[in-house]
């Protein structure tokens, strides 16, 4: 069973940039549709992006749409999540997750792999 630690989150002032980083171990990540999810305090928790195991579709949520984006490195068995021009509303823990689904599902039902989350917290 793969396991997926992240790793990059912290504090930031709105308008900057973090990038944050999902490695995975136990088996290789290029097998695995890849998302990241977020859940603010008090709320669900919802999905931000995903990309397709080979690379070659990535998918938005439309309150991050042309902010973040969403790579892999399939040779580091490694995830990213750039995020640029923070807002406060994108405060919230963000999780890593893997779906061995053949398409990429936007739910986190869909995901049997997470990890534990990094804080992303965003100040006005």
């Known amino acids: 069973q793969v396991q997926l630690a992240e790793s990059g989150g912290g504090l930031v002032q709105a308008g900057g940039s973090l990038r944050l980083s999902c490695v995975g171990s136990?088996?290789?990540?290029?097998?695995?549709?890849m998302a990241w999810f977020r859940q603010a305090p008090g709320k669900e928790r919802e999905f931000a992006a995903a990309?397709?195991?080979?690379?070659?579709?990535?998918y938005y949520d439309d309150s991050v749409k042309g902010r973040f984006t969403i790579s892999r490195d399939n040779a580091k068995n490694t995830v990213y999540l750039q995020m640029n021009t923070v807002k406060p509303e994108d405060t919230a823990v963000y999780y890593c997750?893997?779906?061995?689904?053949?398409?990429?599902?936007?739910?986190?039902?869909?995901?049997?792999?997470w990890g534990r989350g990094t804080q992303v917290t965003v100040s006005a």
């Open positions: 136990g088996r290789p990540l290029n097998n695995y549709n």
């Open positions: 990309i397709h195991w080979s690379a070659g579709s990535t």
């Open positions: 997750a893997a779906d061995s689904s053949q398409y990429v599902n936007l739910t986190p039902s869909f995901y049997n792999v």
